[in-house]
């Protein structure tokens, strides 16, 4: 393993760990939004159902995920 793979390894693991942290898996307790809590658009049921408890579209998700990880 070189410098690059080190770092996308350690980078993979922040990321896993961060999804783990906020994604309440498995938890029939936590209730989706059926819209978007940032932008106010519907979250598609597939996401819901994928995702239980999301609280953001995939794009403002994608979004929030973006300037966290530069934070």
């Known amino acids: 393993m070189d410098e ?7 980078e993979s693991l922040y990321l ?3 999804l783990a942290a906020n994604r309440p898996v498995g938890n029939p307790g936590f209730v989706s939004f059926t ?4 932008c106010d ?3 598609p049921e597939r996401r819901r159902k ?4 999301c609280r953001l579209c995939a794009a403002c ?6 300037n966290s ?3």
């Open 61 to 66: 998700q994608a979004e929030q995920d973006r």
């Open 50 to 53: 994928a995702i239980p408890g």
């Open 35 to 38: 819209r978007c809590a940032e």
């Open 16 to 18: 896993l760990e961060a």
């Open 4 to 10: 690059v793979d080190d770092s996308q390894k350690a």
């Open 41 to 43: 658009e519907e979250i």
């Open 69 to 71: 990880h530069f934070s």
